[in-house]
């Protein structure tokens, strides 16, 4: 069957990719297969929504992912009958995000409305957030992730290869072959995550100049390194076989996600129901729970101590809004103190004050009390 190619690059937004471009190329190639080339970091969630729902109704679309793409694009994907990728290329979800811009003096009345209407934004950036998970978990249901699973994906905010794209179940087929990617290309994709608040992607290959006398004795030490990290890698893999092999009643819980990221272990061994820890693991639990009593008694101590301020004070939830509320008051009192306007009658005995005599006024003045 005969196949029209549609190369979409660069932002999904009114002022780049708009579904309106896509559904032009779509009707025109009505009853034919069509291939969508992308290679975008991503943009407008409506955009996105809409496009995946253009491919959808097409019916017969094939998403090739390119390069880098990301945020927006991963998704959007979702409507093709087939989604590919390039071994080389990187992959990237993370929570939906929104401009916040807040600059100027407040009262508490402001601030109060600033911090609600900060409070309705979450709840919409949250309901974006589910939708997306929702899209996530769906696509790699087959694979036996949950939601949850996707949230922890889109909280780590990194680029994902090809071939955990692949096991995750977002792409259903990877392209062999390695595509050089050009230095200029890669400051351009630097430059534009930087901008957009992404996490710029690594680019682990390291090519040798073709220039210069050293090229070959640098190459041996560089394939010299290649190939011990590689030999040492595959005894990790074995060691770590045989382990799987030797404990086979054991697993790893990641659950408890608050406990491990304090312990700072991916997961905690799980033996017959049983969570194993160390003497050390359980002194820093220990540790964490006596610390965590102190500070909630310095901070219902400094809620107090702010509450007496005033009833408009005690008033506002949160410690932190509560500070922010005084910090208003206070910037709102005046600064400094009026000066008097009369002369002391007794001469005091400090020598500033009979330095300061010479000024002309003061002498004038000096001269009407003699």
Same mark, same amino acid.
């Given at each position: 069957?005969?196949?029209?190619?549609?190369?979409?690059?660069?932002?999904?937004?009114?002022?780049?990719?708009?579904?309106?471009?896509?559904? *032009?190329?779509?009707?025109?190639?009505?009853?034919?297969?069509?291939?969508?080339?992308?290679?975008?970091?991503?943009?407008?969630?409506?955009?996105?929504?809409?496009?995946?729902?253009?491919?959808?109704?097409?019916?017969?679309?094939?998403?090739?992912?390119?390069?880098?793409?990301?945020?927006?694009?991963? *998704?959007?994907?979702?409507?093709?009958?087939?989604?590919?990728?390039?071994?080389?290329?990187? *992959?990237?979800?993370?929570?939906?995000?929104?401009?916040?811009?807040i600059y100027g003096s407040m009262n508490a009345?402001?601030?109060?409305?600033?911090?609600?209407?900060?409070?309705?934004?979450?709840?919409?950036?949250?309901?974006?957030?589910?939708?997306?998970?929702?899209?996530?978990?769906?696509?790699?249901?087959?694979?036996?992730?949950?939601?949850?699973?996707?949230?922890?994906?889109?909280?780590?905010?990194?680029?994902?290869?090809?071939?955990?794209?692949?096991?995750?179940?977002?792409?259903?087929?990877?392209? &062999?072959?390695?595509?050089?990617?050009?230095?200029?290309?890669?400051?351009?994709?630097?430059?534009?995550?930087?901008?957009?608040?992404?996490?710029?992607?690594?680019?682990?290959?390291?090519?040798?100049?073709?220039?210069?006398?050293?090229?070959?004795?640098?190459?041996?030490?560089?394939?010299?390194?290649?190939?011990?990290?590689?030999?040492?890698?595959?005894?990790?893999?074995?060691?770590?076989?045989?382990?799987?092999?030797?404990?086979?009643?054991?697993?790893?819980?990641?659950?408890?996600?608050?406990?491990?990221?304090?312990?700072?272990?991916?997961?905690?061994?799980?033996?017959?129901?049983?969570?194993?820890?160390?003497?050390?693991?359980?002194?820093?639990?220990?540790?964490?729970?006596?610390?965590?009593?102190?500070?909630?008694?310095?901070?219902?101590?400094?809620?107090?101590?702010?509450?007496?301020?005033?009833?408009?004070?005690?008033?506002?939830?949160?410690?932190?809004?509560?500070?922010?509320?005084?910090?208003?008051?206070?910037?709102?009192?005046?600064?400094?103190?009026?000066?008097?306007?009369?002369?002391?009658?007794?001469? &005091?005995?400090?020598?500033?004050?009979?330095?300061?005599?010479?000024? &002309?006024?003061?002498?004038?003045?000096?001269?009407?009390?003699?």
């Amino acid at each position: 069957m005969e196949e029209s190619v549609l190369e979409v690059n660069g932002m999904i937004d009114h002022y780049g990719w708009q579904r309106t471009n896509i559904k *032009w190329h779509l009707n025109k190639n009505k009853g034919k297969k069509v291939r969508c080339k992308i290679n975008s970091w991503g943009g407008s969630v409506n955009e996105a929504i809409a496009i995946s729902k253009l491919f959808e109704e097409h019916g017969n679309v094939t998403v090739e992912f390119i390069g880098f793409c990301a945020s927006a694009v991963t *998704w959007m994907a979702f409507g093709a009958v087939s989604i590919e990728m390039h071994e080389d290329s990187l *992959w990237l979800c993370h929570k939906s995000s929104i401009p916040v811009d807040i600059y100027g003096s407040m009262n508490a009345d402001q601030i109060e409305s600033t911090i609600k209407q900060l409070q309705n934004e979450k709840k919409s950036q949250d309901a974006i957030d589910l939708i997306i998970a929702k899209k996530y978990a769906d696509k790699c249901a087959a694979k036996g992730k949950t939601i949850k699973d996707v949230f922890d994906l889109m909280k780590e905010e990194r680029w994902i290869p090809a071939d955990e794209c692949l096991s995750w179940g977002f792409v259903d087929h990877v392209i &062999p072959g390695i595509n050089k990617v050009s230095n200029d290309f890669r400051s351009l994709m630097i430059e534009n995550c930087a901008a957009l608040n992404l996490p710029v992607p690594i680019f682990p290959e390291y090519e040798l100049p073709k220039d210069g006398p050293n090229d070959s004795y640098l190459k041996k030490i560089i394939d010299s390194l290649t190939s011990l990290i590689s030999s040492k890698k595959e005894e990790l893999h074995v060691e770590y076989q045989a382990n799987i092999n030797s404990n086979k009643n054991q697993t790893m819980n990641k659950t408890f996600v608050a406990v491990n990221i304090l312990l700072a272990v991916e997961g905690l061994t799980e033996n017959d129901g049983k969570i194993e820890l160390t003497v050390e693991q359980m002194q820093k639990i220990c540790d964490a729970l006596n610390q965590g009593v102190t500070d909630k008694t310095s901070v219902d101590n400094a809620i107090a101590a702010l509450d007496s301020i005033s009833p408009n004070v005690q008033a506002i939830d949160g410690l932190t809004n509560k500070i922010h509320a005084v910090k208003a008051l206070v910037n709102l009192l005046p600064t400094g103190v009026p000066a008097g306007n009369s002369i002391p009658k007794d001469k &005091p005995e400090d020598k500033n004050y009979e330095d300061s005599k010479k000024d &002309p006024v003061n002498r004038f003045f000096s001269e009407d009390e003699d």
